[in-house]
């Protein structure tokens, strides 16, 4: 950029950004709503839009009608100008088993294509599991592979990026290191690995109940698995080695060898079940015929456990909001949500709570969002280095 510095060709280039920056933000644009928002000439707006156009970024949609004057051209990113892929790793609805759970969308983050398959136990390469998955995805979207411009995959684990290393990941083979380069290599794309928590809270802050929060916690209460997320003015807090919200390995006392993991964890949450009458195949099957009615007790002592993990929270954090999520959080719903906000409201923490609105694959979805803005953010970096 310092050759560029004060020359037409740097103008140029920032022009050409920040209009296709509107495009991504906005959806579609008229040449006319581009000059309001931009404060750039007719002429230098026609030019913007030439360039887009011809470089395959920016495409016309339509034309509008009905109001005085020519009908004027309506603007859209072009779909096609990018995609991004997004795996998680979970177990599966079904068999609770490792699985790979993968989708693929366009620049506007329409999603294409959608897989899931099981891991095979016995195949201790991930990159090559993965890389499967993504061939996948892209022949049923009619892609080739070097279309994807960024791959997110989210792990039920920490990731230490400086040594390429999963940590706290109970499959097999999983944690050796070079992960992120060796799947570099086999798709030939940009490649982001990140905690399946940190990426949850990504989609709450995008399409959840925490979008108007400067800051805000995601606690997640899975089937099996425990984590924090933390997201500090909508950026998370991934520690020195992405082991920030490892909350599940917090010892409960001393000397007792008891974790949190141990009281809020799925298998003690199905024992806490049973033990107020309420057995079930699963934790969130048990919560979910509480919270329909007559569980209360059991609500309560659980809502109790939680508040004592949310009180550790708060008492180093304090933030604006803590988000419950994971199946179990989804499982009980409004009554397990109100019986938190009653448990933590009698501690000195009067932290507000709410239960995810997310119904989908929220890990999933946090991770297409996070690789689409990787997609986004090179696009617009090559433009604001055109020369």
Same mark, same amino acid.
């Given at each position: 950029?310092?050759?560029?510095?004060?020359?037409? !060709?740097?103008?140029?280039?920032? $022009?050409?950004?920040?209009?296709?920056?509107?495009?991504?933000?906005?959806?579609?644009?008229?040449?006319?709503?581009?000059?309001?928002?931009?404060?750039?000439? !007719?002429?230098?707006?026609?030019?913007?839009?030439?360039?887009?156009?011809?470089?395959?970024?920016?495409? &016309? *949609?339509?034309?509008?009608?009905?109001?005085? #004057?020519?009908?004027?051209?309506?603007? @859209?990113? $072009?779909?096609?100008?990018?995609?991004?892929?997004?795996?998680?790793?979970?177990?599966?609805? =079904?068999? !609770?088993?490792?699985?790979?759970?993968?989708?693929?969308?366009?620049?506007?983050?329409?999603?294409?294509?959608?897989?899931?398959?099981?891991?095979?136990?016995?195949?201790?390469?991930?990159?090559?599991?993965?890389? @499967?998955?993504?061939?996948?995805?892209?022949?049923?979207?009619?892609?080739?592979?070097?279309?994807?411009?960024?791959?997110?995959?989210?792990?039920?684990?920490?990731?230490?990026?400086?040594?390429?290393?999963?940590?706290?990941?109970? *499959?097999?083979?999983?944690?050796?290191? #070079?992960?992120?380069?060796?799947?570099?290599?086999?798709?030939?794309?940009?490649?982001?690995?990140? $905690?399946?928590? $940190?990426?949850? %809270?990504?989609? =709450?802050?995008?399409?959840?109940?925490?979008?108007?929060?400067?800051?805000?916690?995601?606690?997640?209460?899975?089937?099996?698995?425990?984590?924090?997320?933390?997201?500090?003015?909508?950026?998370?807090?991934?520690?020195?080695?992405?082991?920030?919200?490892?909350?599940?390995?917090?010892? &409960?006392?001393?000397?007792?060898? &008891?974790?949190?993991?141990?009281? *809020?964890?799925?298998?003690? &949450?199905?024992?806490?079940?049973?033990?107020?009458?309420?057995?079930?195949?699963?934790?969130?099957?048990?919560?979910?015929?509480?919270?329909?009615?007559?569980?209360?007790?059991?609500?309560?002592?659980?809502?109790?456990?939680?508040?004592?993990?949310?009180?550790?929270? %708060?008492?180093?954090?304090?933030?604006?909001?803590?988000?419950?999520?994971?199946?179990?959080?989804?499982?009980?719903? +409004?009554?397990? +949500?109100?019986?938190?906000?009653?448990?933590?409201?009698?501690?000195?923490?009067?932290?507000?709570? =709410?239960?995810?609105?997310?119904?989908?694959?929220?890990?999933?979805?946090?991770?297409?969002?996070?690789?689409?803005?990787?997609?986004? =953010?090179?696009?617009?970096?090559?433009? +604001?280095?055109?020369?």
């Amino acid at each position: 950029m310092a050759g560029l510095a004060g020359s037409s !060709k740097l103008l140029r280039a920032m $022009n050409t950004s920040a209009t296709l920056a509107l495009l991504l933000d906005r959806g579609t644009l008229t040449r006319a709503d581009l000059r309001e928002l931009t404060g750039l000439s !007719k002429p230098t707006t026609s030019e913007v839009m030439r360039r887009l156009t011809e470089a395959g970024l920016a495409v &016309v *949609i339509g034309r509008t009608s009905g109001g005085p #004057g020519p009908n004027a051209e309506i603007y @859209a990113p $072009n779909p096609r100008a990018g995609y991004a892929a997004a795996v998680s790793v979970r177990d599966t609805t =079904e068999t !609770k088993r490792p699985a790979l759970v993968g989708a693929v969308c366009d620049l506007t983050g329409a999603i294409l294509a959608r897989v899931e398959t099981e891991i095979d136990l016995g195949d201790t390469d991930p990159a090559a599991a993965i890389g @499967a998955v993504v061939g996948d995805l892209c022949a049923r979207a009619g892609l080739t592979v070097d279309a994807i411009g960024h791959v997110q995959l989210g792990v039920p684990g920490s990731y230490d990026a400086v040594a390429d290393t999963l940590h706290h990941i109970d *499959i097999p083979g999983w944690s050796q290191p #070079g992960l992120a380069a060796a799947l570099a290599a086999r798709i030939g794309a940009r490649i982001g690995v990140d $905690n399946d928590v $940190n990426l949850a %809270a990504t989609a =709450e802050r995008s399409r959840g109940v925490a979008g108007a929060v400067d800051s805000f916690a995601v606690l997640w209460l899975g089937d099996e698995g425990l984590g924090l997320a933390i997201d500090l003015g909508g950026s998370v807090l991934r520690g020195a080695r992405g082991g920030a919200g490892e909350i599940g390995y917090m010892p &409960v006392g001393l000397a007792t060898g &008891v974790d949190l993991q141990d009281l *809020i964890g799925g298998p003690a &949450v199905r024992a806490l079940a049973g033990a107020h009458g309420y057995p079930a195949a699963s934790p969130e099957a048990a919560v979910a015929a509480a919270a329909s009615g007559g569980g209360d007790a059991f609500l309560t002592e659980l809502a109790g456990r939680i508040a004592l993990a949310l009180s550790a929270v %708060a008492a180093v954090l304090d933030p604006p909001l803590v988000v419950l999520a994971g199946e179990v959080a989804q499982a009980g719903g +409004r009554p397990l +949500r109100d019986a938190v906000a009653a448990a933590l409201g009698a501690t000195p923490f009067d932290t507000p709570v =709410e239960v995810t609105a997310l119904t989908d694959d929220a890990v999933l979805l946090g991770a297409l969002d996070a690789g689409l803005r990787e997609v986004r =953010e090179a696009l617009l970096g090559s433009l +604001r280095h055109d020369t």
